[in-house]
């Protein structure tokens, strides 16, 4: 729904200027995206480490990680949403659905004290009944307990939950919880090519889902 890579590469690179690393572009966080926080940092950190010595760089990101976690997390609070915008038609497509009665909930890797400051900001929070953070429960997508539990919130069985997300690890998630899949062509998905994901279709906008 939210292109935050802005965000990212921000807080990212703060971060790092904190602990005296090397900055990373934007296009080579873009594939780190999509599973988690704290996968996300790690990749970070494995990258601008790791070119000098592998086995030295697992060792010292280890060591790193708490401080990096954070600033990144200081970082990332304080520019939420300064540097991300809402895709093209979302806004419009979640208004439509919820005109057509359809329950909304939104479920993303992103921790709980990002995600509802986020949608707050950009003016989508309102759309969902529920929202729950990569933090919610005791697993992450793409393993299907974040989905069966959202599932379970909402009242619905998952058969008859439309799962609508942007990567492989949406619809790896879907598959294992049992709930149909449409994923969108723009997003993240890893750096790889989003049609290529085992998927029950695809839309270019929320509003073809009608």
């Known amino acids: ?4 890579l802005g965000d990212f590469s921000e807080a990212l690179n703060r971060m790092l200027q904190d602990l005296r ?9 873009e594939s780190m995206v999509g599973k988690g926080s704290e996968h996300l940092l790690r990749s970070v950190l494995h990258h601008v480490l790791a070119p000098v010595d592998k086995a030295q760089a697992a060792i010292e990101i280890e060591a790193l990680y708490p401080q990096a976690w954070a600033s990144y997390q200081r970082h990332y609070l304080a520019i939420n949403g300064r540097y991300a915008a809402v895709y093209p038609g979302v806004e419009a497509g979640l208004a439509a659905l919820r005109a057509a009665g ?17 949608l707050e900001a950009k003016g989508l929070r309102g759309y969902f009944a529920q929202v729950f953070g990569g933090d919610a429960f005791e697993r ?13 919130a909402l009242g619905t069985a998952p058969a008859r939950t439309l799962m609508v997300g942007d990567s492989s690890n949406d619809a790896q998630a879907a598959r294992a919880a049992g709930c149909p899949v449409v994923l969108v062509t723009y997003g993240y998905n890893h750096g790889q090519p989003v049609r290529a994901v085992d998927a029950d279709g695809f839309v270019d906008s929320l509003g073809e889902l009608l």
Do not use: G, H, S
């Open 21 to 29: 690393l090397p900055a990373i572009a934007a296009a080579q966080i």
């Open 1 to 4: 729904m939210v292109d935050t």
């Open 102 to 118: 359809v329950r909304l909930a939104c479920l993303t890797n992103k921790p709980t004290a990002f995600a509802l400051p986020l």
């Open 140 to 152: 992450k997508k793409p393993d299907p307990l974040p989905l069966t539990k959202t599932c379970e």
